[in-house]
């Protein structure tokens, strides 16, 4: 892909590992990327992948427990954003992310086949990406 086209990419942000989704811009259906560790490579790792995919713009997912309340995980993820935002010079939009991991991982018990924790985080964020694609179709056509 590299500089030639743009790209948006999904974010489900975790302690451990950040799942990673991509969309080709403008037209692009939204799949699974990567998964990077969240450890402190992850500014660097993330920042070349903003780079070499040419992204337009960022969305991240943003928890909250089944009453949709904040919970520990969305303070955390709050505090991610405003690293991004502090750090990437991108536009950053939030979806609301309710039980996409719980999508993800039944849509891969399903297919019946072995996966890992980090197949189910590029999923949800591949589910993040699509939900904000959807949501927000008419508006993103003008960006």
């Known amino acids: 892909m590299g500089q030639s086209s743009a790209s ?12 990673v989704s991509k969309a080709s811009w403008p037209v692009g259906l939204p799949s699974p990327m990567t998964t990077l560790i969240n450890n402190q490579a ?8 903003v780079k070499e995919e040419n992204v337009k713009f ?10 949709s309340q904040v919970t520990k995980q969305t303070a ?27 999508r ?3 849509e891969l018990k399903a297919r ?5 924790k980090e197949d189910i985080d590029a999923l949800s964020a591949t589910y993040i990406l699509e939900d904000y694609l959807r949501d927000h179709q008419h508006e993103e056509n003008k960006k």
């Not at 948006?8 to 799942?19: A, E, F, K, M, S």
């Not at 960022?58 to 009453?67: A, E, K, L, N, Q």
């Open 76 to 102: 955390y993820v709050d505090n991610f954003i405003a690293q991004i935002k502090a750090k990437i010079d991108r536009p950053l939009y939030i979806q609301d992310e309710a039980v996409t991991s719980i």
């Open 112 to 116: 019946g086949k072995p996966y890992k």
């Open 42 to 49: 992850f500014w660097d790792n993330f920042t070349q992948l």
């Open 8 to 19: 948006v990419i999904g974010l489900d942000i975790g302690t451990v590992r950040i799942g």
């Open 104 to 106: 993800a991982e039944e």
């Open 58 to 67: 960022i969305i991240v997912g943003r928890p909250r427990d089944m009453s």
